[in-house]
């Protein structure tokens, strides 16, 4: 079985990049088994393998980690949940693509615990909220926030690093970056949306949710 594991407080960063590695090994070694880490990072801000050093609009403001994970500039800190990803994407079918579909699904149906429509967009990393609630764009189109950030590395087709749900971190916090090099769209969580959702609340949905879209554990 999949095993699963909440840590307490704020977990450092570059502890946890060094426990999924070597996590992320024994699987692949057959000398573990798969796992989903739960956890919160203080304020920094992290750099994917795309990352543009223009994004980075206030590297003095918070710490920040080169990251060997996909993607572009993204925020981690207090009021976010982190869910990291050690599975085996190898017996899962060797399809990264679908791999990266089903952690998109897996955000969308824990955010439809909440009653929360999440989207996914061409050309965007993510899974995205419209703000029907918002004035719209000028262009006459609805405004769109980033409720969840997706990143993924793979060693040996075992999967690590993984997704981030805002709940209710400090949105202010991202403003020293151009989170995943998108300018022209904001950032929300759930609290940001008005839905009273605690930590343990987006812990439990995480969980009840997985196993529908990744199948049977173990």
Same mark, same amino acid.
């Given at each position: ?76 800190? %207090? ?24 952690? /998109? ?11 929360? =429509? ?15 609630? =918002? %004035? ?5 189109? =609805? ?40 300018? /022209? ?10 839905? %009273? ?22």
């Amino acid at each position: 079985m999949v095993e699963w594991r909440i840590s307490d407080g704020l977990t450092d960063y570059d502890e946890a990049v060094a426990f999924m590695e070597a996590r992320a090994t024994a699987i692949a070694n057959g000398e573990a088994g798969e796992l989903i880490w739960l956890v919160e990072h203080p304020p920094l801000y992290t750099a994917g393998t795309s990352a543009k050093p223009a994004d980075l609009t206030d590297p003095d403001r918070f710490p920040v980690y080169e990251s060997k994970r996909g993607g572009q500039y993204t925020y981690h800190g %207090p009021g976010q949940r982190v869910a990291y990803v050690m599975l085996d994407v190898g017996k899962r079918g060797h399809d990264v693509r679908k791999f990266v579909q089903q952690l /998109e699904e897996w955000v969308i149906a824990t955010l439809a615990e909440f009653n929360l =429509k999440g989207e996914i967009r061409e050309g965007r990393v993510g899974v995205w909220i419209t703000r029907d609630d =918002k %004035p719209l764009n000028v262009d006459g189109s =609805k405004r769109e926030d980033k409720i969840a950030a997706i990143g993924i590395r793979l060693r040996k087709w075992v999967s690590f690093h993984g997704i981030a749900i805002n709940v209710e971190p400090d949105l202010s916090h991202f403003d020293g970056i151009v989170p995943c090099g998108i300018k /022209e769209h904001g950032v929300t969580s759930l609290i940001d949306l008005g839905l %009273p959702v605690t930590m343990d609340d987006v812990d439990v949905a995480l969980r009840r949710s997985f196993e529908d879209v990744f199948g049977p554990c173990g």
